[in-house]
Nanobody, 114 residues
């Protein structure tokens, strides 16, 4: 089993920045891609950004140029969010893939509002 714990969410004004962190623990051997998803009220969960063990990244068009995903080892992934917009408001979930299985964190709320 893989356990994912997110941190770093909160309330921020439009144009502001936040940094999310996700730490993986447990059976972390063979974790491959890690990423961030988000789900706004009344909407489906969507991919925000992902990063492979080799450092290849993928971003949703809506966040390209504003968000940056990084990974410092097999255990921890970050999401730097800049120039935040009200439409970025959502619960953000960390995801890890391991041998065909998906693991999820509990989610962290990000609210962008003045």
């Amino acid at each position: 089993q893989v356990r994912l714990v997110e941190s770093g969410g909160g309330l921020v004004q439009p144009g502001g920045s936040l940094r999310l962190s996700c730490a993986a623990s447990g059976s972390i051997f063979s974790i491959s891609t890690m990423g961030w998803y988000r789900q706004a009220p009344g909407k489906q969960r969507e991919l925000v950004a992902s990063i492979t063990t080799g450092g290849n990244t993928n971003y949703a068009l809506s966040v390209k140029g504003r968000f940056a995903i990084s990974r410092d080892n097999a255990n921890t992934v970050y999401l730097q969010m800049n120039t935040l917009k009200p439409e970025d408001t959502a619960i953000y979930y960390c995801n890890a893939r391991k041998l065909g299985d998906n693991y999820w964190g509990q989610g962290t709320q990000v609210t962008v509002s003045s």
